[in-house]
């Protein structure tokens, strides 16, 4: 199993920067892709960003210039950098580990998902 652990929430001014982060632990070898997700009041999950495990990232369209994804692997921690904040950007922001799905990662496919940590912007 996978532990995700998001923090760096909070509230901030429109306009203004967060960077979240979320700490992965357990079996992290077996993780195929990291990503953060996103759930507004009264809205679908969605897709903020994804990187997979040789690298290659994927940003969600209304967010690409704003909003920038890392990792360190050796603190198997995912960091989401969030710069020029909108109020419609006021979600709480999970994140997910995809899992391999091979003999030595036989997971067949799961997901785990972080608690979330709250994102407000006032404007």
């Known amino acids: 199993q996978v532990q995700l652990v998001e923090s760096g929430g909070g509230l901030v001014q429109a306009g203004g920067s967060l960077r979240l982060s979320c700490v992965a632990s357990g079996d992290t070898i077996c993780i195929s892709v990291m990503g953060w997700y996103r759930q507004a009041p009264g809205k679908e999950r969605e897709l903020v960003a994804d990187?997979?495990?040789?690298?290659?990232?994927n940003y969600a369209y209304s967010m690409k210039g704003r909003f920038t994804m890392s990792r360190d692997n050796a603190q198997n921690t995912l960091y989401l950098q969030m710069n020029s904040l909108k109020p419609e950007d006021t979600a709480v922001y999970y994140c997910?580990?995809?899992?391999?799905?091979?003999?030595?990662?036989?997971?067949?496919?799961?997901?785990?998902w972080g608690k979330g940590t709250l994102v407000t912007v006032s404007s």
């Open positions: 997910k580990a995809a899992m391999r799905s091979t003999i030595e990662c036989p997971y067949y496919g799961a997901d785990y």
């Open positions: 990187i997979r495990s040789g690298g290659t990232t």
